[in-house]
């Protein structure tokens, strides 16, 4: 005697069109989440260059006050990126191994002002609360910021901006503000305005 089945048996499996919509509908997640993927990987990138570079900054104000001297944070771009070292006021050596530093993860660009197709005007003296230098910020043995020039370290506040070229949009800049006071503050653009 011979068995029948039900149907249900012989039909198991999914059809060409069945297949096909979730095809289409992995397809359309996927072209949605990679830019947001993209885009919170490099605003990732951006905040951890910043707050890394924010370190040696503090890092130099430390090391001035505990050897009584003045030192200078620097920016040295490098092919492999931006590298922020220490190194004393007036001391025009190259990077050493043994100098405190930081590598900004590439690729991201050091400027003294915003500039190219759809960036940000700078931060104003209004938001800051100083009228701030470009150069490679000193600090004084009592911890203050400072322009250091031939023996010289006129008190001074800092500011200097950075850009994320991987991103086309100008949602990609960072600043880091040093007050005359020595507060050290880091900024966004979100594109519409400066945010801490």
């Known amino acids: 005697m011979e068995r029948s089945y039900p149907n249900f048996y012989r039909r198991a499996g999914f059809s060409v069109p069945e297949l096909l919509i979730v095809v289409a509908i992995v397809l359309l997640v ?15 990138r951006m905040r951890a ?43 025009n050596s ?36 100083f009228t701030a230098s470009t150069g490679n910020p000193s600090f004084n043995s009592r911890g203050l910021p400072c322009e250091y020039s031939g023996g010289n370290c006129p008190a001074k506040g800092f500011v200097r901006y950075f850009k994320d070229t991987s991103q086309p949009n100008n949602r990609s800049w960072a600043a880091i503000s040093i007050s005359p006071a020595g507060r050290i503050k880091r900024w966004f653009w979100n594109g519409a305005a400066w945010v801490e």
């Open 30 to 44: 996927a072209t949605i989440a990679v830019p947001n993927i993209t885009r919170v990987i490099a605003n990732a």
């Open 49 to 91: 260059s910043m707050t890394s570079l924010s370190g040696v900054i503090q890092n130099c104000r430390m090391v001035a006050v505990k050897e009584n001297k003045t030192m200078t944070a620097k920016m040295q771009d490098f092919s492999q990126g931006i590298i922020g070292f220490i190194k004393p006021a007036g001391d």
């Open 94 to 129: 190259a990077l050493k191994s043994s100098d405190p530093q930081v590598q900004l993860q590439a690729p991201i660009t050091d400027h003294t002002t915003p500039t190219g197709a759809g960036a940000p005007a700078g931060l104003t003296t209004a938001v800051l609360g």
